[in-house]
């Protein structure tokens, strides 16, 4: 089946400072890519819908200043954690839609730890 | 996307097979039925999908009612490696919303030897 991937697995990164996540699909091109945030034993939480060549749109509650995403070409979408908190750690996971058969693959997520 | 229900937790003993429940009686007539499975510290994985019919794929079947307002996921032989949280969720399948999923807490489902 279609692949999804992020980059990187696992990041610390200091309190302060911003991190970039990388989503890609690796064998389809996904104009239209998910992200969402999970925390310990918690279902996930879509974060926002990011769409290739135009700005992300962001679920309610989510700072858009905060989680930056762009959607550079069909196949990235990266998300940046910027001036990163304790709170802010998370598992961090991306999906892309494609047009096969109405399926949406996740990535293996990503794993932020904030110091 | 409508709002689906699920036990929160099943045994299964290994080799048996797993029936995991789940009710969806406010789906709307272009919303799928996705079931997806998420393994300790990895995103979820895809199992199977299904709009009326009945489906079937190398992991698993999808029995859908007829009145579409409950389904059920089968593996047909569980093993130790199948033990996760499965998540069933309602979603249509064009449009804006296309891909955008909301996932409840699921059915852990623990397979044991």
């Known amino acids: 089946g279609a692949v999804v991937s992020q980059h990187p697995s696992r990041v610390i990164c200091k309190s302060g400072t911003s991190v970039k996540i990388e989503c890609r699909s690796l064998?389809?091109?996904?104009?239209?890519m998910f992200w969402y945030r999970q925390f310990p034993k918690k279902s996930l939480m879509l974060m926002a819908t990011?769409?290739?060549?135009?700005?992300?749109?962001?679920e309610q509650g989510v700072e858009k200043d905060k989680f930056l995403i762009n959607h550079a070409s069909l196949t990235l979408s990266t998300l940046t954690v910027t001036s990163a908190h304790p709170e802010d750690s998370s598992f961090y996971i991306c999906?892309?839609?494609?047009?096969?058969?109405?399926?949406?693959?996740f990535g293996e997520g990503s794993w932020l730890t904030v110091v | 996307d409508a709002k689906t229900t699920q036990p929160p937790s099943m045994d299964c003993a290994e080799g048996r097979a797993a029936n995991l429940p789940c009710n969806h009686s406010?789906?709307?007539?272009?919303?799928?039925v996705y079931w997806y499975r998420q393994i300790h510290s990895q995103g979820p994985q895809y199992i199977i999908h299904?709009?009326?019919n009945n489906e079937t794929n190398e992991m698993a079947s999808l029995i859908i009612t007829e009145d579409r307002k409950s389904s059920t996921l089968i593996l047909p032989h569980a093993t130790l490696r199948d033990t996760a949280v499965y998540y069933c969720?309602?979603?249509?399948?064009?449009?804006?919303?296309?891909?955008?999923?909301?996932f409840g807490q699921g059915t852990i489902l623990t397979v044991h030897p």
């Open positions: 999906s892309a839609r494609t047009n096969m058969a109405n399926t949406i693959y």
């Open positions: 064998d389809f091109q996904a104009t239209t």
């Open positions: 990011s769409n290739e060549g135009s700005k992300a749109t962001y």
């Open positions: 406010t789906i709307s007539g272009n919303e799928y």
């Open positions: 299904g709009l009326k």
């Open positions: 969720i309602v979603s249509g399948a064009g449009g804006t919303s296309y891909g955008k999923l909301t």
